[in-house]
């Protein structure tokens, strides 16, 4: 199938090398009438590119497919890498180095915002219903409590508590 005038891949066959590029650090030629360089990354160079955005940096990055296959796709990613994060999908980047990492993000919206999953669904306001998170996560109510207080919700306290 081709989506923008580019194939897509069998999300089945799709691997990190997919969605990664290694090479920024290379210093290009400045030796033009401008005296700059822009390297251009695109679905040719990374295929997940093609109606994504881009995240760089050093550090552990990766995202999971959607259901039903929740598959983990991950890569460590070195100074001058490149990763591309599928519009939508739960994804993670952490620094394991040593030092600070910085990050370079090219984001869909001119205002994406950030939502954090446990801040999100432990921490709204009003809070979710205690026995709708305990159902999903499988969990004990008492550690739905315990998880609304700790990201900051009003323990079960909500909406429903008037309902019939």
């Known amino acids: 199938m081709f989506v923008n005038g580019k ?3 069998d999300p089945k066959l799709a691997a990190a090398n997919d969605f990664s590029f290694s090479g920024l650090n290379i210093p290009r030629s400045t030796a033009n009438r401008v ?3 822009v390297t251009l990354l695109n679905a040719d160079q990374i295929p997940g590119l093609n109606t994504m955005g881009i995240s760089m940096g050093t550090l552990a990055v990766g995202f999971v497919t959607s ?3 929740n598959r983990l796709i991950t890569k460590v990613l070195y100074p001058g890498d490149v990763f591309v994060f599928p519009i939508g999908l739960i994804h993670f980047q952490v620094n394991i180095g040593q030092a600070s990492a910085v990050a370079v ?3 869909s919206s001119q205002n994406p915002g950030a939502i954090t999953i446990a801040n999100a669904v432990f921490g709204s306001n009003p ?3 205690p026995d709708v998170l305990a159902k999903a996560f499988q969990l004990d109510k008492n550690i ?3 998880l609304q207080k700790q990201f900051g919700g009003s323990v079960g306290q909500g909406p429903w508590d008037d309902m019939p």
Do not use: E, R
Request: net charge neutral; aromatic share 16%; glycine share 12%.
């Open 105 to 107: 993000a090219g984001l």
């Open 127 to 129: 809070p979710i219903n």
């Open 7 to 9: 194939f897509c891949k």
């Open 67 to 69: 259901n039903p296959d």
């Open 144 to 146: 739905v409590y315990y």
């Open 35 to 37: 005296g700059s360089n």
